[in-house]
């Protein structure tokens, strides 16, 4: 079976430039989340779906950031406009509730570069 | 306040001896999960273990064990019979939020394990 999807996997782009970061997640998994991981503040959840209903978004950074699942099989991270301090490794991960422990799989990460 | 501290920035460990990477976790919730996450250097994270709040005996995935000490809120992962290729990141995680119905996934700043020849 193919794991969590993501694209691109590298982009680089330019200051006030509009990103968008695409997830496919496991077929039949109900949970998908997105995270962001750079040196400084480590692995941050940002948000997370439960049959594509954003549940908790308390830990997208600001306003410039918003995501979507319009169906269970694809979620998008924008970040409009994008700035330097965004650059970073994002990474989508799903999981399926009916399993108990609720074990992530991560996809293999977006690394985002901001100049 | 940290939710899940891990001690140990880095760690060094001879071929085929055990390791113990530390990691302690503070919640108030009754019911939570913790994790633990391998990263090695081509970026991917890879779930390693798992153990829940409830669960009478440490988990166990091969050479991977989970120490869980809840009195004292660790979850210690120990590796037997290290390997080169266990020579990675290693994360600590806590699901908490059972009772609010909106979880919270907190990840530790993990250790970062290097297996000697």
């Known amino acids: 079976d193919a794991g969590v999807i993501q694209s691109p996997r590298h982009e680089v782009t330019e200051m006030g430039q509009e990103v968008t970061l695409r997830c496919k997640p496991i077929?039949?998994?109900?949970?998908l989340f997105w995270y962001r991981q750079t040196m400084m503040r480590g692995l941050e959840l940002l948000i997370y779906?439960?049959?594509?209903?954003?549940?908790?978004d308390s830990g997208m950074p600001e306003d410039r950031f918003s995501a979507k699942m319009p169906n269970a099989s694809f979620s998008t991270l924008k970040i409009q406009p994008s700035e330097p301090r965004d650059s970073a490794v994002y990474f989508c991960?799903?999981?399926?509730?009916?399993?108990?422990?609720?074990?992530?799989?991560f996809g293999p990460g977006t690394r985002l570069t901001v100049t | 306040a940290q939710k899940i501290t891990q001690t140990q920035p880095g760690m060094f460990v001879q071929e085929k001896e055990a390791v113990t990477l530390d990691c302690t976790y503070d919640?108030?919730?009754?019911?939570?999960?913790l994790f633990w996450y391998k990263q090695p250097s081509s970026g991917e994270m890879i779930f390693l273990i798992y153990?829940?709040?409830?669960?009478?005996q440490n988990a166990t995935e091969g050479r991977y064990s989970l120490n869980f000490q809840k009195a004292r809120k660790s979850a210690n992962l120990v590796i037997s019979a290290s390997q080169l290729g266990d020579s990675a990141m290693y994360f600590c995680?806590?699901?908490?939020?059972?009772?609010?119905?909106?979880?919270?996934?907190?990840f530790g700043t993990g250790t970062r394990l290097k297996v000697l020849a």
């Open positions: 991960a799903s999981s399926w509730s009916v399993a108990g422990n609720y074990e992530q799989y």
């Open positions: 077929s039949g998994h109900d949970y």
């Open positions: 779906f439960n049959n594509n209903v954003p549940i908790d």
């Open positions: 919640t108030s919730d009754p019911s939570y999960g």
């Open positions: 153990q829940g709040s409830y669960d009478q």
């Open positions: 995680a806590m699901r908490e939020g059972s009772t609010s119905g909106t979880y919270k996934y907190i």
